[in-house]
């Protein structure tokens, strides 16, 4: 299910809706009245509700009959790296719950929420190495870019999670936050050592799960295949074998997140058969606190 631009004034009328309700448990902090002064024009987007009315540009108006807000380019005091798992596993699941497709937009969701703060992004694809997709411009017109590539991709293959994060590790210079979105279907092991090469940054990570997954609509006597491997094998799924199916994935979710915590990375399960917009709000509530306690420190 191809995401359409749509989907991003989607995000602007979510990011209005956090904004506000972020200004409201913050009442007693004053905002700054020079909003856009000695900044650098880079972009437009439509205006939402509750923008600042002084950032729309009354001359595109007038042409257009439309409402436009003035985006300026700030400094930018941290970086959000999305790192998209693309391997094969990840295409799973029917429609909107197809774990790529919803990992997508939760990646391009980030994407546009730093941009809107005023922070830069990078945008790559997770595999066997590390493919950047975006050019070095935290847009919306880059937004609309990078969901043409996204759309573009083909899940394949398997994800090296120790050498494609250790060689992207070795590129990050700047104070970070590196979300990876993945199902993490691979050893443990590889996925702490993975983990461990970004260590120096602020890392969190968006475990994808499909309803699918935990509870498989099958029953009897199955062919399951290992989508990155092509292997086979029989099994019959029913009573004790379908209840250790999912106790195995439950520990394997539970043992990726006590890592997670070793190494003080979070880590956040997703279901892709829940609405995206609640599931992606929650997360960055979470994210937000967070960042704002460090800013703080």
Same mark, same amino acid.
């Given at each position: 299910?191809?995401?359409?631009?749509?989907?991003?004034?989607?995000? &602007?009328?979510?990011?209005?809706?956090?904004?506000?309700?972020?200004?409201? /448990?913050?009442?007693?902090?004053?905002?700054?009245? @020079?909003?856009?002064?000695?900044?650098? *024009?880079?972009?437009?987007?439509?205006?939402?509700?509750?923008?600042?009315?002084?950032?729309?540009?009354?001359?595109?108006?007038?042409?257009?009959?439309?409402?436009?807000?003035?985006?300026?380019?700030?400094? /930018? %005091?941290?970086?959000?790296?999305?790192?998209?798992?693309?391997?094969?596993?990840?295409?799973?699941?029917?429609?909107?719950? %197809?774990? *790529?497709?919803?990992?997508?937009? *939760?990646?391009?969701?980030?994407?546009?929420?730093?941009?809107?703060?005023?922070?830069?992004?990078?945008?790559?694809?997770?595999?066997?190495?590390?493919?950047? #997709?975006?050019?070095?411009?935290?847009?919306?017109?880059?937004?609309?870019?990078?969901?043409?590539?996204? @759309?573009?991709?083909?899940?394949?293959?398997?994800?090296?999670? !120790?050498?494609?994060?250790?060689?992207?590790?070795?590129?990050?210079?700047?104070?970070?936050? $590196?979300? $990876?979105?993945?199902?993490? #279907?691979?050893?443990?092991?590889?996925?702490?050592?993975?983990? &461990?090469?970004?260590?120096? @940054?602020?890392?969190?990570?968006?475990?994808?799960?499909?309803?699918?997954?935990?509870?498989?609509? !099958?029953?009897?006597?199955? $062919?399951?295949?290992?989508?990155?491997?092509?292997?086979?094998?029989?099994?019959? *799924?029913?009573?004790?074998?379908?209840?250790?199916?999912?106790?195995?994935?439950?520990?394997? $979710?539970?043992?990726?997140?006590?890592?997670?915590?070793?190494?003080?990375?979070?880590? !956040? !399960?997703?279901?892709?058969?829940?609405?995206?917009?609640?599931?992606?709000?929650?997360?960055?509530?979470?994210?937000?606190?967070?960042?704002?306690?460090?800013?703080?420190?």
């Amino acid at each position: 299910m191809p995401i359409e631009p749509a989907f991003l004034d989607e995000l &602007a009328r979510l990011e209005g809706a956090l904004r506000r309700e972020t200004d409201a /448990r913050q009442q007693g902090t004053q905002r700054s009245p @020079n909003v856009g002064e000695g900044l650098t *024009f880079s972009d437009y987007r439509r205006y939402t509700p509750g923008d600042d009315v002084r950032l729309v540009d009354w001359r595109v108006y007038a042409r257009t009959d439309e409402y436009f807000i003035k985006q300026y380019e700030a400094e /930018r %005091n941290l970086t959000v790296h999305v790192l998209l798992d693309t391997s094969a596993s990840m295409d799973f699941g029917e429609g909107a719950a %197809n774990k *790529f497709g919803f990992a997508a937009r *939760f990646g391009l969701a980030f994407a546009y929420f730093a941009a809107t703060q005023h922070d830069s992004f990078r945008f790559s694809a997770l595999g066997m190495g590390v493919d950047r #997709l975006d050019r070095g411009r935290s847009t919306r017109g880059e937004l609309l870019r990078l969901l043409d590539a996204v @759309n573009a991709i083909e899940p394949d293959g398997r994800t090296d999670f !120790v050498d494609a994060l250790e060689a992207y590790a070795r590129t990050i210079h700047s104070r970070s936050l $590196v979300v $990876v979105v993945s199902d993490f #279907l691979d050893d443990p092991d590889a996925i702490e050592d993975g983990i &461990a090469a970004l260590g120096h @940054n602020d890392v969190l990570l968006v475990h994808v799960v499909a309803p699918e997954e935990r509870d498989p609509d !099958v029953a009897g006597d199955t $062919v399951f295949e290992d989508p990155e491997t092509g292997t086979t094998q029989r099994a019959y *799924f029913a009573g004790s074998t379908a209840e250790a199916y999912r106790d195995r994935l439950s520990e394997h $979710v539970d043992d990726v997140a006590a890592r997670a915590r070793t190494l003080r990375a979070d880590h !956040v !399960v997703v279901d892709t058969g829940a609405d995206f917009f609640e599931s992606f709000a929650e997360v960055w509530r979470q994210q937000d606190r967070r960042e704002r306690q460090r800013r703080r420190r």
